[in-house]
C-alpha cells in the first residue's frame, strides 16, 4: 500500500503533523454563540452627543478658514496684490512742461527753465533713527544747509507712500554728489524738470500770475494732480490751468528688495501743456510801467495803476499796477525775508489795484452824468449854468474847484473844464438853474448800465465789483436818510461811490468806440497753426444813449485836450480826448488822480485809464498818459 500512491487509503493517519485531526474534526463547521457571549468587545468610544458637538465644531473651523481665505483672495484680494506688487515695481513721475505764454507779436512772457530737484519718501527710508539722520546729515552737507531745515517738509511726509520735495533748484556740482547717494539710499531722487521764469523788467506780476505746490485740498478736487505739481495760484495761469498744463507721464521700474532700480517696466511719455497767445503788447507793457516807475520816482507817490486798451476789441494792451512785485519768489522753495517782505508791505504789492481797488471816481463820473441828463432831456446842449465858485445848501457849502468859478458852462465846457456847479444842479437840482436834476435814483440807474457795481468779466481771477449807494442803503446801514448834499457828492463821483480803474476803462471805451464796448480781456488765442482757437469778443455795453447825445460828450472830451483842464496832451502827435478826475476820499488825505483819454479822436486805436492814489490834482495821471501817448504815436 506504501508502494502504491494511486490507492485510496482508509484508516488512521500516523502523520505527526495532522496529529488530532480526526479528533477535531467537525471544527469550522458551526458557531458557538455561547462562547462568543463569553468574549470580550470593543466598545463605542464616543457618545452621540460628544460626536454631535465634535462635528459642529470641526464645522466652524472649516468655516473660518474658508471665510477668511475668501476676504484675503477674493474681498482684498486686489488690496495685497498691489501691495506686493508695489514691492516690486516703483513708480516715477515724468513731469510735463508747462505750456508757454506769449505776447500779441509772439515775444515770450515767461520760460521753462530746467533744475535739479531732491525728492524723499519717508516709508523707504531706514527704520533705526541713527541711520536715517546720517542721511540727513549726508544731505545736509552736500545742499551746505542746516539739517533742520529739512525736517518740515520731511515731518509732513512721515507715514506717506508718496515723495516730497526736500530742496530744489540745486546747482550741478551737489545734483551730482545726491545722485551718487541716491544709488545708495533708494529713499532719495535726484530729478530734473522744469519750472517757470518769470520777466520782472515788464511789470506783469499781476497779469501773468505765479506758481505754486499743489496743497493737499488741490490733489482731493482734482485727483489729475499729485502732491509734487504746481498748479497756478493767481493771474493768467490761475484762469488758464487747463489750457497750460500739460499731462504727467510715468515711468515704472522694477525693484529688488532693497528698492534699488532695476529694469524698466513700462514708459509713458508726458505730454506738454498748450501755449497761449495774450493781448499783451509787451513793448507797450514794458513802456508803460518805466514811465510809472519814473515818475513815481520823481513824484514820491508809491501806488498808481494803469490800462491800455483796444476800445474795438476790448484787448488789453497793457495793464501795470505799482508797487509790483516779483513773481518768481513765489515759483521756487519760498525765501522767509523775500516773501514778508512783499507780504508786509503796507502799500501791498500784491494788489491787482486795475481790477481789486475800489476808489471814488472823482470827476471822470460826469460821464455818466452828462449822458444820463442828455437821455433823460433833464438838459440840452444849449442848458447853461453859471458858477461862481459853488453852491451853498442847508448851510453847507459846495464848492467848485476853481474858488472864482466857471462862469457860464454850458455841458461842452461843464466837462471840458470840470464844473462841479453844473453836475451838481443837473444831479440834485438847483433852485436857481434847473428845479429838478435826475435824483440818485436816476443816477443809479444809469451808472449801472455803465457797467458799475458788477464785475466786467475780464479773464483775471479776483476782480472787484464796486459799489453804488442808494437811499435804502444809506438809512439801513448808517441810520440816517439820504440828504441833497449826498446826491451833489454822488453827481461829481465823491461820496460812497467806489469803483475799479477797469470800470473807469470801459466807461471812457463807450465813448471812443462810439456807443459800444466789448468784454475786456487778455486771452487773444490758444495753440499755434491747425490747432490755433481765436477768441472772438464779447459785446458788454451798447445802446445806452442816442448817438446824438454821445457825439455830444465825445466833443466835450476832445475839448478837454484842447481848452480845457488836459491841454498838455496836445503835444501828442495824435487827437487826444479825454477827462481828468480829483476824488477825495478822506479829509486828512491827498486826493486820488484820475485821467480817462482815447485816441486818436476819430478812429481810436487806444483808450487809457490811469490812477494815482493820493496823487492830488498835479496833473500826474495826465502826464504819464501824456508821456506814454508821446511814445506809443511816434512808434
Not at 498691489?82 to 507779436?105: M, Q, V
Not at 449854468?385 to 465846457?413: C, K, L, M, T
Request: hydrophobic share 40%.
Amino acid at each position: 500500500m506504501k508502494n502504491n500512491p494511486f490507492k485510496i487509503q482508509e484508516g488512521t493517519i500516523r502523520d505527526a503533523d495532522v496529529s488530532g485531526f480526526i479528533r477535531h474534526r467537525q471544527s469550522g463547521d458551526y458557531l458557538n454563540f455561547d462562547y462568543l457571549g463569553r468574549a470580550a468587545h470593543l466598545g463605542k468610544f464616543f457618545n452621540a452627543l460628544k460626536l454631535r458637538h465634535f462635528f459642529i465644531f470641526f464645522m466652524l473651523i472649516c468655516g473660518l478658514l474658508i471665510g477668511r481665505s475668501f476676504y484675503l483672495q477674493v474681498i482684498s484680494g486686489g488690496h495685497y496684490r498691489t501691495l506686493a506688487e508695489g514691492n516690486r515695481i516703483s513708480k516715477e513721475i515724468i513731469p510735463a512742461n508747462r505750456g508757454l505764454i506769449y505776447d500779441r507779436f509772439g515775444d515770450q512772457l515767461v520760460k521753462n527753465v530746467s533744475y535739479f530737484f531732491l525728492y524723499l519718501r519717508s516709508d523707504v527710508m531706514p527704520s533705526d533713527n541713527p541711520s536715517r539722520e546720517a542721511i540727513l546729515d549726508k544731505i545736509a552737507t552736500i545742499l551746505g544747509i542746516k539739517k533742520d531745515d529739512l525736517y518740515p517738509k520731511l515731518n509732513k511726509n512721515i507715514g506717506s507712500t508718496s515723495e516730497v520735495l526736500i530742496y530744489e533748484n540745486i546747482a550741478y556740482e551737489p545734483a551730482i554728489k545726491l545722485m551718487v547717494l541716491a544709488e545708495e539710499e533708494p529713499a532719495l531722487r535726484v530729478s530734473f524738470e522744469p519750472r517757470r521764469l518769470y520777466f520782472p523788467q515788464y511789470g506783469l506780476a499781476h497779469v501773468i500770475g505765479y506758481l505754486g505746490a499743489v496743497t493737499p485740498e488741490d490733489v482731493a478736487a482734482k485727483p489729475e494732480y499729485n502732491i509734487i505739481d504746481r498748479i497756478g495760484k493767481t493771474g493768467i495761469e490761475y484762469i488758464y490751468e487747463n489750457y497750460l498744463r500739460g499731462q504727467d507721464g510715468q515711468r515704472q521700474y522694477e525693484v529688488d528688495a532693497l528698492f534699488h532700480k532695476k529694469d524698466v517696466i513700462s514708459l509713458e511719455e508726458p505730454k506738454n501743456g498748450q501755449d497761449i497767445t495774450l493781448t499783451i503788447d509787451s513793448k507797450a507793457q514794458q513802456k508803460l510801467y518805466d514811465i510809472m516807475l519814473a515818475d513815481s520816482k520823481v513824484s514820491g507817490k508809491s501806488k498808481m495803476s494803469a490800462i491800455v486798451a483796444n476800445p474795438k476789441t476790448g484787448e488789453i494792451l497793457a495793464l501795470a499796477n505799482l508797487p509790483s512785485y516779483d513773481n518768481n519768489v513765489f515759483t521756487n522753495t519760498l525765501e522767509p525775508e523775500k516773501y514778508q517782505g512783499i507780504v508786509s508791505d503796507p502799500n501791498m504789492p500784491m494788489l491787482n489795484r486795475a481790477i481789486s481797488g475800489t476808489y471814488p471816481l472823482g470827476s471822470v463820473f460826469k460821464l455818466v452824468m452828462a449822458a444820463a441828463a442828455l437821455q433823460e432831456k433833464i438838459i440840452n446842449k444849449d442848458f447853461k449854468v453859471h458858477s461862481v465858485g459853488g453852491i451853498e445848501v442847508g448851510g453847507h457849502f459846495f464848492p467848485d474847484w476853481r474858488p472864482q468859478g466857471h462862469g457860464w458852462a454850458d455841458i461842452y465846457w461843464a466837462l471840458a473844464d470840470s464844473v462841479n456847479t453844473f453836475f451838481y444842479s443837473i444831479g440834485g437840482g438847483n433852485n436857481e438853474w434847473l428845479s429838478n436834476g435826475l435824483g440818485v435814483d436816476k443816477i443809479i440807474e444809469y451808472a449801472k448800465k455803465f457797467g458799475f457795481s458788477r464785475e466786467s468779466g475780464i479773464d483775471l481771477p479776483s476782480e472787484a465789483s464796486g459799489f453804488l449807494p442808494s437811499k435804502e442803503w444809506k438809512e439801513k446801514s448808517m441810520g440816517e436818510r439820504w440828504y441833497l448834499g449826498d446826491t451833489y457828492n454822488l453827481s461829481i463821483g465823491q461820496g460812497f461811490l467806489a469803483v475799479t480803474p477797469l470800470q473807469a476803462l470801459d466807461l471812457v471805451s463807450y465813448f471812443a468806440n462810439r456807443g459800444i464796448t466789448f468784454q475786456p480781456h487778455l486771452l487773444k488765442e490758444v495753440g499755434h497753426g491747425e490747432n490755433k482757437h481765436d477768441l472772438q469778443p464779447k459785446v458788454s455795453l451798447t445802446n445806452l444813449i442816442s448817438s446824438d447825445n454821445l457825439n455830444i460828450v465825445r466833443e466835450s472830451l476832445r475839448l478837454t485836450v484842447t481848452e480845457g483842464t488836459a491841454q498838455s496832451l496836445q503835444s501828442v502827435l495824435v487827437p487826444v480826448a479825454g477827462k481828468t478826475g480829483t476824488a477825495q476820499f478822506r479829509s486828512d488825505k491827498t486826493p486820488h488822480s484820475w485821467f480817462a483819454s482815447f485816441a486818436p479822436y476819430d478812429e481810436p486805436q487806444i483808450s487809457m485809464i490811469v490812477l494815482v492814489e493820493e496823487g492830488g490834482d498835479t496833473g500826474l495821471a495826465v502826464r504819464i498818459t501824456r508821456e506814454f501817448m508821446e511814445w506809443y504815436f511816434s512808434k
